[in-house]
């Protein structure tokens, strides 16, 4: 297909496309004359992980391009892939005021305490577990942090949470649809899971609150 096609395939623009190839974003397409390139599906399927790591990772051209080099380099691994892919994307929390502080500490013990539980292997460099103690010590700074029980009630939440989106990912075929699928899953699942989880509340708020009025 010709650039016009493949923008109107991929609903990105032919300008947006050019700049994708000059920046090396999207490989080059099979050139049929000085002035014209024919694509074909892999390049259908790059845009669409470019416009996911761009329009739903909200990610700069700069944490685009690690993202990619990952995706095709076959020395990396499915699982540091997946990890490149959706550390790009994770928030580490502004870490507030008090890093060195007691809230801080307690924060450090809790998530210590549930990782523990939990039986979780992770690695020290994974920004979600700075994101998790800047919400666990705001918590704590707020007196509203939770008991053990429930600290266990989310954490085997996340885990099923998490045990679903590795099932979509070992659904996909090819490396670039694993990343493209974990992406996606990550930032709109965390999206979709935050509006059930209301839902949820809603509905045991009316039983535990509203029996027999």
């Given at each position: 297909?010709?650039?016009?096609?493949?923008?109107?395939a991929?609903g990105?623009?032919?300008?947006?496309i050019k700049?994708y190839?000059r920046?090396?974003?999207?490989?080059?397409?099979e050139?049929?004359?000085?002035n014209?390139?024919?694509?074909?599906t892999s390049?259908?399927?790059r845009?669409?992980?470019?416009r996911?790591?761009?329009e739903?990772?909200?990610?700069?051209?700069a944490g685009?391009k690690?993202?990619?080099?990952?995706v095709?380099?076959?020395d990396?691994g499915?699982?540091a892939?997946?990890?490149?892919?959706?550390y790009a994307?994770?928030?580490?929390?502004?870490g507030?005021?008090?890093d060195?502080?007691e809230?801080?500490d307690r924060?450090a013990?809790?998530?210590?305490?549930?990782?523990?539980?939990a039986?979780w292997q992770?690695?020290?460099?994974?920004?979600a577990?700075?994101?998790?103690?800047?919400v666990?010590?705001?918590?704590?700074?707020?007196g509203?942090?939770?008991?053990?029980?429930t600290?266990t009630?989310w954490a085997?939440?996340?885990?099923?949470?998490?045990?679903?989106?590795?099932l979509?990912?070992?659904?996909?075929?090819g490396?670039?649809?694993?990343?493209?699928t974990?992406?996606?899953?990550?930032v709109l699942?965390?999206?979709?899971?935050?509006?059930?989880?209301?839902?949820?509340?809603?509905s045991?708020s009316a039983?535990?609150f509203?029996?027999?009025s």
């Amino acid at each position: 297909m010709r650039v016009s096609e493949l923008s109107r395939a991929s609903g990105v623009p032919v300008a947006t496309i050019k700049y994708y190839l000059r920046e090396e974003l999207l490989h080059r397409g099979e050139t049929t004359s000085p002035n014209q390139a024919r694509y074909d599906t892999s390049h259908l399927q790059r845009l669409r992980l470019i416009r996911a790591l761009v329009e739903v990772g909200g990610l700069p051209i700069a944490g685009v391009k690690d993202v990619l080099a990952a995706v095709d380099d076959p020395d990396v691994g499915v699982h540091a892939m997946l990890g490149r892919t959706v550390y790009a994307v994770t928030g580490a929390g502004d870490g507030g005021d008090d890093d060195a502080g007691e809230f801080a500490d307690r924060a450090a013990k809790d998530l210590d305490a549930i990782l523990a539980r939990a039986g979780w292997q992770v690695s020290d460099r994974a920004p979600a577990l700075d994101g998790a103690r800047t919400v666990l010590a705001r918590l704590h700074e707020l007196g509203q942090c939770p008991g053990e029980d429930t600290l266990t009630l989310w954490a085997e939440a996340a885990d099923r949470a998490a045990e679903g989106d590795m099932l979509a990912v070992g659904r996909s075929a090819g490396r670039a649809d694993v990343a493209e699928t974990a992406l996606v899953g990550t930032v709109l699942g965390d999206a979709l899971i935050a509006a059930l989880r209301r839902i949820a509340q809603e509905s045991h708020s009316a039983r535990r609150f509203t029996a027999g009025s």
